[in-house]
Protein backbone atom coordinates (compact mmCIF):
# COMPACT_ATOMS: atom_id res chain seq x y z
CA UNK A 1 0.00 0.00 0.00
CA UNK A 2 0.99 3.28 -0.72
CA UNK A 3 1.39 6.19 2.02
CA UNK A 4 0.67 9.48 1.91
CA UNK A 5 2.13 12.49 1.77
CA UNK A 6 3.49 13.16 4.92
CA UNK A 7 2.14 16.52 6.96
CA UNK A 8 6.39 17.30 8.93
CA UNK A 9 8.90 14.73 8.86
CA UNK A 10 11.40 14.21 11.25
CA UNK A 11 15.07 12.39 10.82
CA UNK A 12 13.24 9.07 11.48
CA UNK A 13 9.58 9.50 11.35
CA UNK A 14 7.27 11.63 9.11
CA UNK A 15 3.39 12.26 10.77
CA UNK A 16 -0.04 11.86 8.25
CA UNK A 17 -3.34 12.08 9.03
CA UNK A 18 -5.41 9.08 9.57
CA UNK A 19 -7.25 8.23 6.69
CA UNK A 20 -10.01 5.22 5.98
CA UNK A 21 -7.34 3.52 3.56
CA UNK A 22 -4.66 2.71 6.84
CA UNK A 23 -7.37 0.37 8.64
CA UNK A 24 -6.21 -2.68 7.92
CA UNK A 25 -2.38 -1.95 8.85
CA UNK A 26 -3.60 -0.16 11.87
CA UNK A 27 -5.28 -2.36 13.34
CA UNK A 28 -3.22 -5.59 12.39
CA UNK A 29 0.26 -3.35 14.13
CA UNK A 30 -2.17 -3.34 17.27
CA UNK A 31 -3.30 -6.91 17.53
CA UNK A 32 0.20 -7.72 16.96
CA UNK A 33 0.86 -4.65 19.91
CA UNK A 34 -1.50 -6.11 22.29
CA UNK A 35 0.71 -7.43 25.24
CA UNK A 36 3.17 -4.32 25.17
CA UNK A 37 -0.22 -1.80 25.14
CA UNK A 38 -1.96 -3.61 27.88
CA UNK A 39 -3.40 -3.07 30.39
CA UNK A 40 -2.79 1.11 29.61
CA UNK A 41 -4.44 1.66 26.02
CA UNK A 42 -6.62 -0.22 23.86
CA UNK A 43 -6.22 1.28 20.64
CA UNK A 44 -9.05 -0.28 17.51
CA UNK A 45 -7.79 -3.96 16.67
CA UNK A 46 -10.70 -4.41 13.98
CA UNK A 47 -12.04 -2.19 10.69
CA UNK A 48 -15.44 -2.30 12.53
CA UNK A 49 -13.77 0.19 15.55
CA UNK A 50 -10.34 1.75 13.68
CA UNK A 51 -13.28 3.37 11.12
CA UNK A 52 -15.04 5.79 13.36
CA UNK A 53 -11.99 6.33 15.72
CA UNK A 54 -10.19 7.50 12.75
CA UNK A 55 -12.76 9.87 11.54
CA UNK A 56 -13.14 11.19 15.01
CA UNK A 57 -9.34 12.01 15.44
CA UNK A 58 -9.24 13.03 11.28
CA UNK A 59 -11.64 15.78 11.38
CA UNK A 60 -13.31 15.83 14.78
CA UNK A 61 -13.58 19.47 16.26
CA UNK A 62 -11.19 19.06 19.15
CA UNK A 63 -8.81 16.69 18.50
CA UNK A 64 -5.81 16.67 16.04
CA UNK A 65 -4.83 13.02 15.55
CA UNK A 66 -1.45 12.03 13.51
CA UNK A 67 -0.25 8.46 12.29
CA UNK A 68 3.51 8.09 12.87
CA UNK A 69 5.50 6.62 10.22
CA UNK A 70 8.71 5.52 9.45
CA UNK A 71 9.97 8.19 7.39
CA UNK A 72 11.72 5.99 4.38
CA UNK A 73 8.95 3.31 4.08
CA UNK A 74 6.30 4.39 5.53
CA UNK A 75 5.21 1.60 7.48
CA UNK A 76 2.98 2.46 10.75
CA UNK A 77 5.08 3.07 14.32
CA UNK A 78 2.59 4.71 16.26
CA UNK A 79 0.23 7.35 16.70
CA UNK A 80 -0.04 10.73 18.58
CA UNK A 81 -3.38 12.17 19.55
CA UNK A 82 -4.44 15.82 21.11
CA UNK A 83 -7.86 15.43 22.89
CA UNK A 84 -10.25 17.56 24.49
CA UNK A 85 -8.86 20.78 22.78
CA UNK A 86 -10.08 23.69 24.75
CA UNK A 87 -9.41 27.08 23.14
CA UNK A 88 -10.06 30.52 24.66
CA UNK A 89 -8.83 31.27 27.94
CA UNK A 90 -7.97 27.85 28.52
CA UNK A 91 -5.82 26.75 24.96
CA UNK A 92 -5.13 23.09 26.31
CA UNK A 93 -5.59 19.52 24.96
CA UNK A 94 -4.66 15.65 26.48
CA UNK A 95 -2.11 13.83 24.61
CA UNK A 96 -3.11 10.19 23.72
CA UNK A 97 0.02 8.17 22.06
CA UNK A 98 1.11 4.64 21.33
CA UNK A 99 4.13 2.87 19.96
CA UNK A 100 3.58 -0.28 17.81
CA UNK A 101 5.62 -3.48 18.69
CA UNK A 102 7.65 -3.83 16.27
CA UNK A 103 8.95 0.62 16.42
CA UNK A 104 8.75 0.29 20.70
CA UNK A 105 12.02 1.43 22.31
CA UNK A 106 13.66 3.14 19.12
CA UNK A 107 13.04 6.39 19.82
CA UNK A 108 10.33 6.78 17.13
CA UNK A 109 7.44 7.57 19.05
CA UNK A 110 9.59 10.38 20.77
CA UNK A 111 10.69 12.21 17.63
CA UNK A 112 6.99 12.04 16.55
CA UNK A 113 5.92 13.47 20.19
CA UNK A 114 8.37 16.44 19.55
CA UNK A 115 6.90 17.23 16.09
CA UNK A 116 3.33 17.41 17.99
CA UNK A 117 4.62 19.80 20.56
CA UNK A 118 5.96 22.19 17.93
CA UNK A 119 2.93 22.00 15.87
CA UNK A 120 0.19 22.61 18.85
CA UNK A 121 2.06 25.39 20.56
CA UNK A 122 2.61 27.06 17.11
CA UNK A 123 0.24 30.08 16.28
CA UNK A 124 -2.37 29.70 14.16
CA UNK A 125 -1.34 32.22 11.44
CA UNK A 126 1.83 29.74 11.11
CA UNK A 127 -0.54 26.56 10.55
CA UNK A 128 -0.51 25.25 14.51
CA UNK A 129 -2.83 24.87 16.97
CA UNK A 130 -1.75 27.81 19.28
CA UNK A 131 -2.28 26.15 22.18
CA UNK A 132 -0.40 26.99 25.99
CA UNK A 133 -0.47 23.87 27.97
CA UNK A 134 -0.47 19.60 26.86
CA UNK A 135 -1.58 17.12 29.22
CA UNK A 136 -0.45 13.11 29.42
CA UNK A 137 -2.62 11.80 32.05
CA UNK A 138 -0.54 8.55 32.59
CA UNK A 139 -1.42 5.44 34.84
CA UNK A 140 1.40 5.22 37.64
CA UNK A 141 2.65 1.80 36.45
CA UNK A 142 3.08 2.41 33.25
CA UNK A 143 7.48 3.86 33.49
CA UNK A 144 7.64 3.87 29.58
CA UNK A 145 5.20 6.38 29.03
CA UNK A 146 6.03 8.51 32.06
CA UNK A 147 10.09 8.30 30.84
CA UNK A 148 8.39 9.74 27.56
CA UNK A 149 6.83 12.46 28.95
CA UNK A 150 9.38 13.13 31.27
CA UNK A 151 12.29 13.31 28.36
CA UNK A 152 10.25 15.83 26.79
CA UNK A 153 10.27 18.04 29.74
CA UNK A 154 6.71 17.24 30.95
CA UNK A 155 6.48 18.00 35.19
CA UNK A 156 4.70 16.21 37.10
CA UNK A 157 1.61 18.26 38.65
CA UNK A 158 -0.32 16.20 40.61
CA UNK A 159 -1.88 12.31 41.22
CA UNK A 160 -6.02 11.67 39.96
CA UNK A 161 -7.66 8.92 41.68
CA UNK A 162 -10.10 7.01 39.79
CA UNK A 163 -9.40 9.57 36.21
CA UNK A 164 -10.22 7.46 32.92
CA UNK A 165 -12.51 4.41 33.02
CA UNK A 166 -9.58 2.13 31.28
CA UNK A 167 -10.25 -1.87 30.69
CA UNK A 168 -13.41 -1.95 32.74
CA UNK A 169 -12.55 -0.11 36.07
CA UNK A 170 -11.55 3.77 37.25
CA UNK A 171 -7.52 4.01 37.04
CA UNK A 172 -5.77 6.46 38.88
CA UNK A 173 -3.41 8.13 37.21
CA UNK A 174 -0.66 10.72 37.08
CA UNK A 175 -0.83 14.41 35.95
CA UNK A 176 2.04 15.33 33.64
CA UNK A 177 1.82 19.01 31.74
CA UNK A 178 4.21 20.56 29.84
CA UNK A 179 3.37 24.70 28.33
CA UNK A 180 4.70 26.41 24.99
CA UNK A 181 6.91 28.00 27.38
CA UNK A 182 8.30 24.85 28.26
CA UNK A 183 8.87 24.06 25.09
CA UNK A 184 10.68 27.41 24.18
CA UNK A 185 14.09 25.76 23.67
CA UNK A 186 14.17 23.42 20.90
CA UNK A 187 15.00 19.44 21.23
CA UNK A 188 18.20 18.47 19.33
CA UNK A 189 16.39 15.79 17.33
CA UNK A 190 17.32 16.87 14.52
CA UNK A 191 15.75 19.23 11.71
CA UNK A 192 12.05 18.87 10.76
CA UNK A 193 10.65 19.34 7.18
CA UNK A 194 7.29 20.31 5.74
CA UNK A 195 4.25 21.71 8.08
CA UNK A 196 1.09 20.94 9.28
CA UNK A 197 -0.79 23.91 7.07
Given at each position: ?19 PADG ?25 EYEP ?111 LHVA ?30
Amino acid sequence: MSFPAYLVTGPRVGLSHYRPADGPEFTARARESRALHAPWLFPPTTQEEYEPYAARLAGGEGRAGFLVRERTTGALAGFVNINNIVLGAFRCGALGYGAFAHAAGRGLLGEALDLVLAHAFAPPEGGGLGLHRLEANVQPGNAASIALVRGRGFRLEGFSPDFLHVAGAWRDHERWAVTADMCATPRPAGPATGSFA
